[in-house]
């Protein structure tokens, strides 16, 4: 029983990650696995897992990555088996990087994570995720939304994967500062939580080297197990962070509010 209050067995959750296996392996495949572990649910204690278990099997692809401490073998979810493998070991909450394997430090993603304070009204943040989105298309930019199925928001743009890292860093940094500027009783870009106030906290964090971010439709630790949930423009306006949950996600593959993002993909080279 992972989820006491909600009646969620880890059943329920291998359900889920089967019956949402094509959203899932979708952010998955190519990419090295960092899984938030909760092996007794929300009655015990979670654990960030990065690196290979050591029985797990031999047909499980890993790959090779560098830390600061020296070299990591991760998980590579590219199939189901494995997918269910990492769920029935506790994986709950999976993360991965905005870069492949085979094009380490080339994004095919920015991500700008709204991370609002406790008790922010969901209408302030989807006035924010607005301003993300007016900001992004001032420079051509196109701009994807999801509900992190925690506080905040995702705005995340579509790369084609031939700007270096470096390049993502700087073009994302650079516009949270710009963000702050023109919205300064809105957003902050501060790091420290003491110095936010009641603003959201522009965290683009997220396209560094070495960080990670949520997949959509995995699970949070948190009561009804709340998803990371694609939604449209529209949708924003009528739902929250943890509007969907886990007896929402088989009904929404098939809604997909990010069919176009493969083909908005576009380049941060020559901007």
């Known amino acids: 029983m992972l989820f006491p209050d909600d009646g969620i067995t880890k059943a329920d959750v291998i359900e889920h990650v089967v019956r949402c296996q094509e959203p899932l392996l979708r952010a998955l495949r190519r990419r090295p696995l960092s899984m938030e572990r909760r092996v007794d649910g929300l009655r015990g204690d979670g654990f960030?897992?990065?690196?290979?278990?050591?029985?797990?099997?031999?047909?499980?692809?890993?790959?090779?990555?560098q830390t600061s401490k020296g070299p990591m073998r991760q998980v590579v979810v590219d199939d189901l088996a494995t997918l269910v493998l990492v769920t029935n070991f506790g994986g709950l909450t999976l993360h991965v990087p905005t870069s492949m394997i085979d094009r380490p430090?080339?994004?095919?993603?920015?991500?700008?994570?709204?991370?609002?304070?406790?008790?922010?009204?969901?209408?302030?943040i989807?006035?924010?995720?607005?301003?993300v989105r007016e900001?992004?298309?001032?420079?051509?930019?196109?701009?994807?939304?999801?509900?992190?199925?925690?506080?905040?928001?995702h705005v995340v743009v579509p790369l084609d994967g031939t700007a270096t890292q470096d390049v993502v860093v700087e073009t994302s940094e650079r516009f949270a500062n710009a963000l702050v500027q023109r919205h300064p009783s809105l957003f902050t870009v501060a790091?420290?939580?003491?110095?936010?106030?009641?603003?959201?906290?522009?965290?683009?964090?997220?396209?560094?080297p070495g960080a990670t971010c949520v997949v959509p439709f995995t699970i949070r630790?948190?009561?009804?197990?709340?998803?990371?949930?694609?939604?449209?423009?529209?949708?924003?306006?009528?739902?929250?962070?943890?509007?969907?949950?886990?007896?929402?996600?088989?009904?929404?593959?098939?809604?997909?509010?990010?069919?176009?993002?493969?083909?908005?993909?576009?380049?941060?080279?020559?901007?």
Do not use: C
């Not at 430090?105 to 009204?121: A, G, K, M, N, Y």
């Open 191 to 208: 790091f420290a939580k003491v110095d936010r106030g009641d603003r959201i906290y522009v965290d683009v964090g997220r396209n560094y």
């Open 105 to 124: 430090f080339r994004p095919d993603q920015l991500v700008v994570d709204l991370d609002p304070p406790p008790e922010t009204e969901v209408g302030r």
């Open 221 to 271: 630790p948190l009561p009804r197990a709340p998803l990371v949930m694609p939604v449209t423009w529209d949708e924003l306006e009528v739902s929250g962070p943890t509007s969907f949950t886990i007896r929402d996600g088989a009904a929404r593959v098939a809604v997909d509010p990010w069919l176009h993002f493969e083909a908005a993909r576009v380049s941060l080279s020559s901007r």
């Open 126 to 131: 989807r006035e924010a995720a607005r301003l």
């Open 48 to 65: 960030f897992h990065k690196h290979v278990p050591s029985h797990f099997p031999d047909w499980v692809a890993t790959t090779e990555i």
């Open 135 to 153: 900001a992004l298309h001032a420079l051509d930019l196109p701009a994807y939304v999801r509900w992190t199925g925690s506080r905040g928001v």
